[in-house]
């Protein structure tokens, strides 16, 4: 290990990491196969993938390192709204971990990650006839449509911030202004 | 007067949510703008389109039976409206499964003609 420099900071674990990037792979994968009957079968495999994915997500949210732990970014009403006021002012708040509004989109991300699990392996195993294939369908769309939220408030972040989010999900470092205490 | 139009309007509006296959085989018939040929969509349903698959290769040449997934190995309930009542009676899932699988199959979409040609077939079988 190299020492860092002071001004960059260790924000991201590997596991997180690892799991941001597994995830978004299997996701995509899930969702552009889900047409064809060629690809049921990766589709299915991608889709148990993105399941183990967030279980170990939904732990790794209480033993993980600090700003994996949802007790550190669990976005409050008041947190999301200050959050996002500020941002149309002259200061914007800035978080070292996930802000509110990325907060927000990962447990929305989680919750219907995991329904969409639940309902596509009922879908297969044709348990309560067809009724799950539709909400199973829904489900995903509505995943995919918060993926974009979620990249398009990265990008947004990214540019208000002066940060580069999506090189901190890579390699796990931050580069931190010395007057920024690590308290976000 | 004013009830039994009501329970007309009901059984209308209930009517257009669930079709039988002959209300299918009018409207792809009506796109198409010429007759179905049922022989023709035999031929079809047997062939393959450039492709590896049938649609026989997952609903069999005798789809009054039940199918098998080509992929999952799965079984699938017979497609000919003859032994299975519930199918070609939701327009969303028509057309759902004949773009999926069209796709599959053909590489594209299927036509009109092919619908109604395939539809008319499937109904020729008891």
């Known amino acids: 290990m190299t020492t860092p420099s002071l001004n960059r900071i260790r924000v ?10 597994s995830l978004a792979a299997s996701f995509f994968i899930a969702f552009f196969t889900a047409e064809s009957e060629r690809w049921r079968d990766v589709h299915v495999i991608s889709g148990y993938t993105v399941g183990g994915l967030l279980a170990f997500r939904l732990l790794w949210g209480f033993v993980g390192n600090r700003h994996a732990r949802f007790a550190e970014f669990w976005p409050t ?5 200050r959050y996002l006021k500020s941002l149309f002012g002259r200061h914007p708040e800035h978080y070292l971990g996930h802000n509110p509004a ?8 989680l919750g219907l990650g995991l329904l969409t699990v639940a309902s596509g392996w009922l879908t297969y195993e044709e348990i309560g006839g067809e009724l799950f294939e539709e ?29 580069n989010l999506v090189r901190a999900m890579i390699s796990g470092w931050k580069r931190c202004p010395p007057d920024e205490n690590s308290a976000g | 007067m004013r009830h039994s139009l009501c329970i007309l309007a009901i059984l209308v509006s209930a009517g257009a949510m669930a079709q039988t296959p002959r209300d299918f085989l009018t409207r792809f018939e009506k796109e198409a703008a010429a007759p179905a040929v049922a022989e023709r969509g035999g ?18 040449t005798r ?10 190995d799965k079984t699938i309930a017979p497609l000919a409206p003859a032994a299975n009542a519930e199918r070609f009676t939701s327009p969303a899932k028509v057309d759902k499964w004949f773009r999926r699988n069209c796709n599959d199959v053909v590489g594209r979409e ?16 008891k």
């Open chain 2, 110 to 125: 299927c036509s009109a003609q092919e619908k109604a040609d395939l539809l008319a077939w499937l109904l020729t079988l």
């Open chain 1, 102 to 109: 990325g907060a927000v989109a990962i447990l929305l991300l």
């Open chain 1, 77 to 81: 009403p008041e947190k999301l709204l």
């Open chain 1, 12 to 21: 991201w674990d590997l596991p997180t990491r690892l799991f941001h990037w």
């Open chain 2, 43 to 60: 031929r079809f349903f047997d062939a393959t389109h450039g492709n590896d698959w049938s649609c026989s290769t997952c609903h069999t």
């Open chain 1, 135 to 163: 909400v199973h369908e829904t489900l995903g769309d509505g995943m995919m449509a918060l993926v974009v939220i979620h990249i398009a408030g990265v990008i947004a972040s990214s540019r208000l911030h002066g940060e």
């Open chain 2, 63 to 72: 789809p009054t039976q039940p199918g098998r997934h080509a992929k999952t």
